[in-house]
């Protein structure tokens, strides 16, 4: 699992999280990436985006690495969640009901009417407006928050995205009808509720995020449990339970001291999420041996499992283990062609190993399918810096410092490759691209 800090003038875009075990990092905000937890979570929200009208292709759940309760929307397609909110729930039905919450908020058009004039354009500008709103949102302070929105003031951002207590009633209407609709027991909801009774009592600075932005009131709980009354209850789905269970043990296997974490294996819900967590704790503790015996004895139960494959090579990667880890990444990009985070791996296991030209095949073709991962861009700077090709190089670096927010080195980069790439060629044009957002910036 790696950690992706978010520090007052560099913020990694939502969409750049694997996750690592690392000494925790002085910053505001962290956003998380995960292959695994990301599938899981698709597969928990699938069924509540289908049902709110919207396409699960088009959504992306991202996770934020923070301990405090609470869950937004920043555009039409992303909903933040926050890890502490993902560890502290019980079931899956109530993290769908999160989910549906926020895809309320998108499909009832609340996000759309404030956007404006605000343009949803995919260009480094446009992303760091994504990328305060976010901060803000999550509690930034409001300096971080300014650093990242170029001059926007964190305060204004944290008012943009306060909902309205209408808009919550008439998104808690839409929630239970999508989670019927996708026959889910809209009694999840309640339990989500039930974790902000009482936060009205208390001042501003001691409230969770999620009271700040979704005001909750006595009547609108009432109504709540009166539109779930009116339900029928369903069977819970296993399935969706196991990726809940997933999801939330990796999840706290990486954010949880190791020894909290081996003495609560009996709580992982399954022997395979048991022995992965198992592996996760060893691997922090620097057993090399014991993490690879209880990863093989989750791939043991789930042989063809291309996620437990890739925590494997991290183990094996972050052991400095460099050849094993090809083998293991290769096997699981193998199976999971699509994945750009595994993709990444590879790539990155490649360097690692001395493999530079085979490393950048990987790590183009995982840009090809997200171009917002920082952590990606900047080891396709470092293949292509290996390879000879410095004005690519730059580009990528370029593109990193853009979604990081860092204008004044994108510009840098970004002059210089267009100093020395064709004119008029693809990656010249992304250089261009780059360059103008900044001087838009400044």
Do not use: C
């Amino acid at each position: 699992m790696i950690r992706t800090p978010i520090l007052p003038r560099m913020i990694a875009l939502v969409t750049a999280f694997s996750l690592i075990a690392a000494a925790p990092v002085q910053a505001a905000t962290t956003l998380l990436r995960d292959a695994d937890i990301e599938y899981a979570l698709r597969q928990l929200a699938a069924p509540i985006l289908s049902a709110a009208g919207l396409s699960p292709q088009q959504v992306d759940i991202i996770v934020i690495d923070d301990g405090s309760l609470n869950a937004f929307v920043t555009d039409t397609q992303h909903i933040f969640l926050h890890s502490g909110l993902i560890m502290k729930l019980d079931s899956a039905e109530a993290l769908q009901a999160v989910i549906a919450h926020e895809a309320a908020h998108i499909s009832n058009g609340h996000i759309t009417r404030r956007m404006g004039n605000l343009r949803a354009a995919r260009t480094a500008a446009g992303i760091g407006m994504a990328l305060a709103a976010a901060a803000a949102a999550a509690g930034a302070n409001s300096q971080a928050a300014a650093g990242v929105a170029l001059g926007a003031q964190g305060s204004a951002m944290r008012l943009f995205f306060s909902h309205t207590r209408a808009e919550e009633s008439a998104a808690d209407i839409s929630s239970v009808r999508f989670m019927v609709r996708a026959g889910i027991d809209p009694r999840g909801a309640l339990e989500v509720q039930k974790l902000f009774r009482g936060q009205e009592a208390l001042s501003v600075g001691r409230q969770d995020p999620y009271m700040r932005t979704h005001p909750l009131t006595r009547d609108r709980l009432r109504a709540l449990e009166g539109l779930v009354a009116g339900t029928k209850s369903t069977e819970r789905n296993a399935t969706a339970q196991y990726w809940f269970k997933r999801a939330q043990g990796k999840l706290t296997a990486f954010k949880r001291a190791p020894s909290w974490t081996l003495r609560r294996l009996k709580d992982s819900g399954s022997q395979d999420i048991a022995y992965m967590r198992e592996a996760v704790a060893y691997h922090r503790q620097s057993n090399l041996k014991k993490s690879l015996g209880a990863i093989d004895r989750a791939l043991a139960l789930r042989p063809t499992d291309p996620y437990l494959m890739e925590l494997k090579g991290q183990i094996l990667l972050e052991s400095r283990q460099f050849g094993a880890a090809v083998q293991v990444y290769q096997a699981a990009a193998n199976r999971a062609p699509r994945e750009p985070l595994i993709l990444g791996g590879l790539g990155r296991a490649l360097l690692a190993a001395g493999q530079p030209k085979q490393a950048l095949r990987a790590l183009e073709t995982a840009r090809g399918r997200d171009f917002t991962d920082a952590r990606l861009l900047r080891d396709l700077a470092v293949a292509y810096a290996k390879t000879g090709q410095n004005g690519m190089a730059s580009v990528s670096t370029a593109e990193r410092y853009a979604l990081q927010g860092r204008m004044k080195d994108a510009k840098l980069h970004a002059e210089r490759a267009i100093a020395t790439l064709p004119r008029g060629s693809a990656p010249w044009q992304r250089a261009q691209d780059v360059l103008d957002a900044a001087k838009r910036a400044k």
